[in-house]
């Protein structure tokens, strides 16, 4: 995963400028930003930063991290707002963030990545970064037949994988696993409250405040 997003920062956007994504994209963008309003939020796998200065519009503080420098590089060179600070770091681990707490937390295009099994032990790291309180969303792609890159294979633990081919001609195998609201509100479990899923054609958001 590490190489593959590093060959593809380059190229990664392209996903965001396909024809039949941009009205979704302008109102997932636009109502981002209004779940942060006025909170400290962690951004996890910021990646090349596309959902970053809509998430931060409003936001006292936002913390972008990723553990691959290449994307964060093109994320770090756009206009951001001021409350936007980077910072490498592995969203599958918290060690980087010291005794830093945060009020918020968000994480687009990532939780597809995760494997199944380490969804609720992945969620219950990051709600122990968090504060009472704190307002969670995660926003990530919906499979859609004849679109989505095909599922290659589901391997013996249900988690489902693609073959993708980048400019440079290389192969990569990816971890893309599509779960349903009862999936994810199980992995969250009882620490979520007034959880809303919502699921539009090419992406599904997942919003909760932490008891």
Not at 134 to 149: C, I, K, P
Request: with cysteine; proline share 5%.
């Amino acid at each position: 995963m590490l190489d593959y997003y590093e060959r593809r920062a380059a190229e990664y956007e392209r996903i965001y400028r396909r024809p039949e994504r941009q009205a979704e994209l302008r109102r997932l963008e636009t109502s981002l930003g209004e779940h942060f309003a006025g909170r400290s939020v962690l951004e996890l796998a910021c990646g090349t930063g596309w959902w970053t200065p809509h998430g931060a519009a409003a936001a006292r503080r936002w913390l972008a991290t990723d553990l691959n420098p290449g994307p964060m590089e093109i994320a770090r060179a756009k206009t951001m707002p001021a409350s936007v600070e980077f910072r490498l770091g592995d969203a599958m681990a918290f060690e980087h963030l010291g005794d830093e707490r945060f009020d918020g937390a968000f994480a687009g295009c990532w939780w597809s990545h995760v494997e199944r099994a380490r969804w609720a032990p992945w969620l219950e790291a990051l709600h122990a970064r968090l504060q009472p309180g704190a307002r969670v969303v995660f926003l990530d792609n919906t499979f859609v037949a004849g679109r989505s890159t095909p599922i290659a294979r589901v391997d013996a633990h249900g988690d489902s994988w693609q073959l993708r081919r980048l400019d440079d001609g290389s192969t990569h195998e990816v971890l893309k696993n599509y779960p349903t609201h009862e999936q994810a509100l199980a992995a969250v479990g009882p620490r979520a409250r007034a959880p809303q899923w919502l699921e539009g054609e090419h992406f599904w958001v997942f919003s909760y405040h932490l008891a």
